[in-house]
């Protein structure tokens, strides 16, 4: 196996096809473990954190774009993206220990593509978008497009991601990423869920409810959300809330969580992520 | 088998280096360069007895390939006395007791030197959590809280 660390887009393109079976890692978090357990080796690991745009964080023109690479530390320590995104930062917050938050990064999180990844409900509640590098160019494709499936992308050979794009929250807007874990650090999500609502007064303009570890990737929850837009948060509407979270649920039996546990704690996380979004933007977004 | 050459900086002092492209930083440190201090618990990122600082964040040197090294900074627990001079966490962990095997305490020394470092005056709370990523087997822990207490107080009166 060849370690290369490539300082431009262009030239990480250009190992990636000229390899194959060449892969890229940001923070090796997951790789290093999976290579571990047997996995078989990359031709050649292509290390993206050399390259400026997949380690820059910036914030202009009403939209941040964050790389790809960068750990998600960085982000957690921002005290602006932590005000308009707390619930993207609380995702991110729950990667691991911070030995693994000074390496873990948003688009590793999302390829590695588990059900679980505690950072890509509230980036998909957010309308987060990304910027891929194709053979021939970038395409730019919502977050909630990459992952088909545990483990699973719909990355085509040689495609890597540069950046995420994410508009800033409209006035009035907060969310919120609640999971449940057996332990309080250093697990993986039983259930997750993160809220996204806009507030009009006491009025819920906009809503997106996104589930996490109950399904082969993550659900969306349009029966939540159509609850919540034009409602004032009430009891009644976080029943339903909670019913339409359990419905959209498809977990599996694991040594984690039974079928029965998950798709019932799905509801109660949806009811209470939805509440605290809507507290947050209550307080200014 | 592939190999790299590597500059880089290891505890204040510049060093060369030629590793396995496979080789973790970890493997590095303890076969290349004889710091031993760094210890492999699990290999994987959750004990944190690997744990080092590489351009001052906390990393798990387990999880870090080696060539990565390239140019940075690392600090592993023989960079954290001064001389002769222990760093106050040294200190405290040796005069509370807060060790007993000894293999986790490397990666706890500079976990705590890094929580402490971000925030000079920790909760309880915050210092479990900031410490969670580092397993103990043999303390049960609150030795080692103590000892990260007394080491803040130490610290910010010095």
């Known amino acids: 196996m ?159 991601l540069i950046e995420f794009e994410i508009d800033d929250a409209p006035a009035g807007t907060s969310d919120a990423y609640l999971r449940v874990t057996p332990r309080t650090e250093m697990d993986i999500a039983v259930v997750g869920a993160a809220a996204r609502l806009t507030l009009d007064g006491d009025t819920i303009t906009d ?72 507290q947050r933007a209550g307080n200014g977004g | 088998m592939s190999r790299t050459h590597v500059s880089c900086n290891i505890n204040g002092e510049d060093v060369e280096f030629l590793t396995a492209d496979a080789s973790s930083l970890l493997d590095a440190l303890r076969n290349e360069l004889g710091l031993i201090g760094a210890k492999e618990g699990c290999g994987t990122g959750d004990c944190g007895s690997c744990s080092v600082l590489l351009d001052g964040r906390l990393v798990c040197s387990c999880l870090v390939m080696a060539p990565e090294a390239e140019g940075r900074d690392v600090v592993t627990i023989e960079g954290l006395a001064e001389g002769d001079h222990l760093h106050p966490l040294q200190k405290t962990f040796l005069e509370g007791a807060a060790l007993q095997c000894g293999i986790c305490t490397p990666g706890f020394l500079l976990a705590a030197k890094a929580l402490l470092d971000a925030n000079p005056n920790p909760t309880e709370t915050e210092i479990r959590y900031g410490l969670a990523g580092n397993l103990c087997r043999c303390t049960g822990y609150d030795k080692i809280v103590k000892a990260v207490q007394e080491a803040s107080v130490e610290l910010r009166g010095a």
């Not at chain 1, 589930?211 to 939540?224: H, I, K, M, N, S």
């Open chain 1, 2 to 160: 060849k370690y290369a660390s490539p300082t431009t887009v262009d030239e990480a393109r250009s190992l990636l096809a000229d390899n194959p079976g060449s892969r890229v890692f940001a923070g090796a978090t997951d790789l290093v473990p999976q290579m571990r357990s047997g996995r078989p080796e990359p031709s050649v690991l292509v290390d993206l954190k050399r390259i400026d745009r997949l380690m820059a964080v910036n914030h202009h023109d009403g939209r941040w774009v964050i790389g790809a690479a960068t750990p998600t530390s960085t982000l957690t320590h921002n005290p602006e993206f932590v005000a308009m995104f707390p619930g993207i930062a609380e995702g991110a917050g729950l990667i691991g220990s911070d030995q693994i938050q000074n390496r873990s990064s948003l688009g590793g999180n999302l390829c590695n593509g588990s059900p679980a990844a505690d950072s890509v409900p509230a980036m998909i509640a957010s309308g987060a978008r990304v910027v891929v590098a194709s053979a021939d160019g970038e395409r730019t494709v919502p977050v909630a497009d990459i992952v088909t499936g545990p483990g699973q992308t719909s990355l085509a050979a040689g495609e890597f």
């Open chain 1, 207 to 278: 809503a997106c409810v996104v589930l996490g570890a109950v399904a082969p990737t993550t659900v969306r929850v349009p029966a939540a959300e159509a609850a919540l837009v034009g409602s004032v948060l009430s009891d009644e509407v976080l029943e339903t809330v909670a019913a339409s979270a359990s419905a959209a649920a498809n977990p599996i039996d694991d040594k984690r969580g039974t079928v029965q546990y998950r798709t019932q704690v799905a509801g109660v996380l949806a009811k209470r992520a939805v509440a605290l979004a809507a």
